[in-house]
């Protein structure tokens, strides 16, 4: 006479998935995937202010000091971004600045055809670090 025994109830979840089955490598990888995102944003964003600084190096250091507001030819950028508006009025925003940019503006020649829009977003990321 054979005698069966009850299955453990520690031998399957009540849903019928063993622990550490595949709901829980299926919240792993959805961990490990946005960790990775999250590093390569982190990357990118500092990636898009070296860029940024070395566009600012090339293109606007002969005229504009990034770290003080002090006259060069242009006026120091220091807290470009903390000023509640430009010397004209208009309210500091990257859609202003951006203009500023390409237009130019008093004694500053424009960059609309010198810089492409991604440069010109780089850049703007490195101003609003100063």
């Known amino acids: ?11 399957k979840s009540r849903a019928g998935v063993k ?3 595949a709901a829980s490598g299926a919240f ?3 961990f490990t995937l946005l960790i990775m995102m999250l590093a390569a944003a982190i990357a990118s964003g500092a990636q898009s202010d070296a860029s940024g600084k070395d566009l600012f190096n090339q293109h606007c250091a002969s ?3 990034p770290e003080t507001t002090a006259q060069k030819i242009g006026p120091g950028l220091k807290g470009l971004y903390k000023l ?14 951006t203009r500023w940019i390409e237009a130019g503006g008093k004694d500053m020649p424009g960059f609309k055809e010198t810089l492409k829009p991604e440069q010109i977003r780089a850049l703007i990321s490195y101003l609003k670090t100063l």
């Open 19 to 21: 622990p550490g089955g």
């Open 63 to 65: 005229c504009h000091f």
């Open 84 to 97: 509640p508006a430009f010397a004209d009025g208009k309210k500091v925003t990257d859609a202003t600045v």
């Open 1 to 11: 006479m054979r005698l069966s025994l009850p299955e453990s109830h520690h031998s």
């Open 28 to 30: 792993f990888l959805a």
